[in-house]
């Protein structure tokens, strides 16, 4: 096929970046002073055996974090970076994954080293028989699996370019056929760019030949964890690839066709004969060691490289007979791996010529790159620059066991450093992140379908759930939603079923709201927007107003909604009561945006001093909200007397709002314990009054531990469709509560609790 000719074509250039990417990483738990692990897989991660992304691999403590697959590059490493962190926090706080590809020193006896506890016995009999074949210790190396596809679109407008092939499976087939014999023939490329097993450490190779340490990529290389040389297998065709390996395990050289370990495979089926059917779908690459240097094992420019790189092996032509093709490469490839990390390689002269060609190709079509190829090609020219090289330089300086600990130590502290963000996705609401974090941990597919939007798809089987801001679901009704939005019709719907909601009005306009000043200038009110949340554009006046003030308040009100409230102020304390499935999960008593006097300190000071607390965020991204100084709170401040600049005397608690929503910097307290049952009550028969399946119910009580007995113990001033639940996961004080757990059980009610 005229491949080159056919990638030319205008109709086909569109689409030759398009493609399809996911991530299997291995990497073995250890305990934070560099040792093995010596605990099983953490039991927060559920049943490993049907995991969807993290499970084990040969031995009990080599973790494989594996990616659903995506669309972008971008997609792909921020999911393996959330499947990560994930893993992390959910082992032992006093265990870490040890970042190398090569495992810290073993055990002395290789009956110490525990394959993997699995529940189907026929996966145990295989480790097992693996452990016999080719011992423990070489499976205890660890590396990513690339899997790589070429897009759909690509994939057809190829096809129509060509006319040797009628049909699309069968063409598809030979494009990957061909990606396997040219990636065999130049993987010698990847090794010396990303090879980073230069060195063994205790109890690897034990009474048997090892490496001339050190190198570019044990693991890579022949003295890794390859089959036996007399398993061969022809790249000539598909039907040939099969035939081989159906010889190999009928005379017993592999026990099935999962045991030939190639650098290369095809994928499709489950086996390689389903391939005549599906066609081969995609590849995986295994050659790829774990880049001591990125948290994930390995970073973008990378896995960009990775993919321009498979775009070559499309473009360049390949020379036949197929098998020493492949044999040529498979050659160059084990004398690139046991190359000294420092020296040129033997083949910088191909190197050269295939860093030349893709320019070309990158030039000829067109191709949005950055800088992967220049990158890159400067660490052809200058070994030094390599994984290996980085690595054992380290490794001169102060061990590779030292690194591995110094590494895999900084990685946890990230992993930690803010526990209520998912990072990979952090750029999404918080509790959303809360969300997917508890989701993944549990074993429940995930795809974030808009990111922007905090659009979840969720699977567990064949049962399928959509949510929305992490806790918008089916189990609500599409009015239920509508109804708590409009405080005007919440309040009428709550009057209407017996609860005590405040008294009051909605106005359209400034000037008509103006007009009812009389009627609340000398009592206690509230002006708020009718449909909006967080808190946004609330004014509360408790000892009336001036017309100036009430001015101002209408104005931040209407900069939120067209309709505006204003209504009685109710004496008490504010609680919200987060209802879901019928009970009451959670309680919190959320205290105003406040500071705290010492004498010496202005107030903009003292609020730049609070904000630094690392719980304190912006845009629902951390637990706490930023305090602000804008117009309302510096109108709270002038009914105090004072402004920004006034230096409060020491201990006196000056408050910049009258509402306590943590959305506006209020302080988070969770008393789900100490509240009064009688008003749980109450609040749970308030959410199903309006139809509500989830709510977070705002209840002013004068006196929490009196029980109710009359309407005046209590009133309800809000109801909240999309009730914020990071402040109830990381509350300012008492007790945490895992919301987003409660709203994954309450859609997958399958899921044991």
Known sequence: MRIKEMMRQEKVKPWLLQARFGIEKESQRVAIDGQLAKTDHPSKLGNRSFHPYIQTDFSETQLELITPVSDSVEEVLATLTAVHDV???????????????????????????????LERHEDVLYRRFLAREYGKRKQMVSGIHFNFEYGWDLVKELHQAQDEYSCIEAFKTELYMKIARNFLRYRWLLTYLFGATPLSEENYFVDEDRPNEPVRSIRTSPFGYVNKPDVKVSYASLDQYSKDLAENVAQGRLSEEKEFYAPIRMRGGKKVADLFHTGIRYVELRNIDLNPFERIGINQEAVEFIHLFMLYLLWTDEKSPADEWVETGNKINDEVSLEHPY???????????????????????????DNQLTNYQEWLEKPELTLAARLLKADEAEGQAVLGQQLGRKYYNIAYAHPYQLAGFAEMELSTQNMLFDAIQMGLEFDVMDRSDQFVFLKHGEHKEYVKNGNMTSKDTYISPLLMENKTVTKMVLDQAGFRVPLGETFTSIEKARRAYPRYAQQAFVIKPKSTNYGLGITIFKEGASLEDYIAGLKIAFKEDDSVLIEEFMEGTEYRFFVIDHQVKAVLLRIPANVVGDGVKTIKELVEEKNQDPLRGTHHRSPLELIQLGDLEKLMLKEQGFTINSVPPAEQQVFLRENSNISTGGDSIDITDEMHESYKEIAIAAVEALGAEISGIDLIIPDKDKPYKDEKDYGIIEANFNPAMHMHIYPYAGKGRRLTLEVLHLLFPELNK
Do not use: C
Request: aromatic share 6%; no cysteine.
């Open 87 to 117: 893993a992390q926090r959910s082992m032992s706080e006093n265990e870490m994954m040890w970042p190398l590809s090569m495992p810290p020193a073993l055990p002395e006896k290789e009956e110490d080293i525990v394959i993997a506890k």
């Open 343 to 369: 020296h040129q390689t033997a083949y910088i002269e191909e190197g050269r010529r295939i860093f030349a060609e893709m320019q070309e190709m990158v030039e000829e079509l067109d191709l949005p790159v």
